[in-house]
Every structure is written in C-alpha cells, then in structure tokens.
C-alpha cells in the first residue's frame, strides 16, 4: 500500500474530498496547514492508496483542485525574496507527496 499527502488551498480542499469519499479509502485525514513560504493556511489530505486507486485520486485531485494567482505581501521576507511590492505567485492545484507505507493497521 501506499500514502499520499496532498496539498490543496483550502478552497479547493471541499470538493475533492467529495470526489474522494466515493472511492472508499481506507484512510482519509483532512489536517490544517500552513504555507512555509506565503505563512496562509492551505489543507494537507492524508490519505490511504490502495493498488489500483493511485490514478482514481490523481484524477479527482486534478478535477478539483484548481490554480489561482495570489501575492506576496510585502515587506513579507522569504526565501530571499524582499520586495517593496506584493509579488504575483501562482498557487496549486496541488502539491503531491506518494509514498511507500511500510505497515497499516488499524488498532
Ligand atoms: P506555500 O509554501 O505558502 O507556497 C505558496 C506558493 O508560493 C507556491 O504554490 C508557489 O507558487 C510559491 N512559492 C513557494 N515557494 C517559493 C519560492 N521559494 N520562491 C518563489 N515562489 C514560491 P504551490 O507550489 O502550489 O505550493 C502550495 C503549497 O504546497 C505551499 O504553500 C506549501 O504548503 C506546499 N508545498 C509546495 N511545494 C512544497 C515542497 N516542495 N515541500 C513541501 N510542501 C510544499
């Protein structure tokens, strides 16, 4: 089995769980987050994939997870980047993280 954490805005993250409940995972956690580089929430999505499932969820995800254009406040310094300006940066959909789940149990 394996596990993916999914990234989505917090707009998005409704929808695609709607479009998930249907394929019956075994694990679903909604857990809120924040951005390390913009510091506003968005919505992290743990879930369970089961053999098979991995291509189902990566079509929900894109189905509903949409791209926005938001800024960067300014005087806001990350990653280097000050600026007197709001700078445009594009967000999502979704960022994706699969990864090989070693044991599951459900105690
Ligand atoms: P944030 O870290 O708040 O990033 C929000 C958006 O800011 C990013 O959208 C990207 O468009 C931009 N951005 C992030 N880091 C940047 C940088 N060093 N320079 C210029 N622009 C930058 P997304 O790429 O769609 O990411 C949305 C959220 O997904 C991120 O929110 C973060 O929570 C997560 N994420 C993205 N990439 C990640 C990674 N490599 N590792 C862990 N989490 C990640």
Redesign the pocket.
Known sequence: MQAMLA?VQSEDAESAIDRLKPLQLPSLSRIA????????G?TALWMAVPSGKLGLIMDALKDTCQRRTTY?PAQLE??Q?ASAFPVE?????A?VFVCDVERFEEI
């Open positions: 990234i987050t924040s951005g390390g580089f913009l510091r506003q968005n960067v990350v990653a980047l940066v594009e967000v999502g959909g960022t």
